[in-house]
């Protein structure tokens, strides 16, 4: 996908950990697929999930100053975990994914 077509789809990209991803064939468009497809899930109290992703959703909020209202977890790039934090900003809502 070009970087044009990257900037249509409405999803930024990094290209941190890109040699990763692509060692494993996983495409642009296989990680927009899966974004698309996510659960959102309100953060709050008493939410229960799984010990890994829980924790790397609190060490993004935390480093990354992440304003949380929702969450997504998503095994469907194995062996990469796709998980999601939505954030209410000054300018509007984010969904902002990472791999784990």
Do not use: C
């Amino acid at each position: 996908m070009s970087d044009e077509d990257k900037e249509k789809s409405g999803y930024q990209w990094t290209n941190i950990g890109a040699d990763a991803l692509n060692n494993h064939n996983l495409t642009w468009q296989t990680f927009v697929h899966a974004a698309d497809k996510v659960e959102w899930k309100k953060k709050g109290k008493g939410v229960s999930e799984a010990l890994s992703p829980a924790m790397a959703i609190n060490e993004a909020v935390k480093e990354f100053k992440i304003p949380a209202t929702h969450y997504a977890i998503s095994n469907e790039l194995a062996p990469f975990g796709l998980i999601g934090v939505r954030g209410r900003h000054r300018n509007g809502i984010r969904n902002i994914f990472f791999f784990g």
